[in-house]
Nanobody
Framework: QVQLLESGGGWVQAGDSLRLSCSASGRTMSSYGMGWFRQAPGKEREFVAATNWNGGLSSYADPVKGRFTISRDHAKNTVYLQMNSLRPEDTAVYYC??????????????????WGPGTQVTVSS
């Protein structure tokens, strides 16, 4: 059974950086499309970034474009989210997700069928 586990969250100040990691166990995720989503208190889960199976395609939500970068390392079976210039409005629980059809990228969370438990990111002003 495939499991995803996020790490790297924490408490930072505005302007700081964090790198989230999503490690997969149980099988290789090299053919899967991967995405990052986030959910702030009282808000719906929202798309952050996604990449296709080989990292050749990626998509970002407008609020994070130019600040966040998604990448993947097949050898480590891990996906990363580099977050720079963090803002208080980036505060949320960040979730890693995988979808079996990895040729494209998807911003729709319903297309992802494997999810991690999430990691908290808190950005203070």
């Amino acid at each position: 059974q495939v499991q995803l586990l996020e790490s790297g969250g924490g408490w930072v100040q505005a302007g700081d950086s964090l790198r989230l990691s999503c490690s997969a166990s149980g099988r290789t995720m090299s053919s899967y499309g991967m995405g990052w989503f986030r959910q702030a208190p009282g808000k719906e889960r929202e798309f952050v970034a996604a990449t296709n199976w080989n990292g050749g395609l990626s998509s970002y939500a407008d609020p994070v474009k130019g600040r966040f970068t998604i990448s993947r390392d097949h050898a480590k079976n891990t996906v990363y989210l580099q977050m720079n210039s963090l803002r208080p409005e980036d505060t949320a629980v960040y979730y890693c997700a995988a979808k079996e059809f990895g040729a494209d990228v998807s911003i729709d969370y319903t297309t992802y069928n494997i999810w991690g438990p999430g990691t908290q990111v808190t950005v203070s002003s």
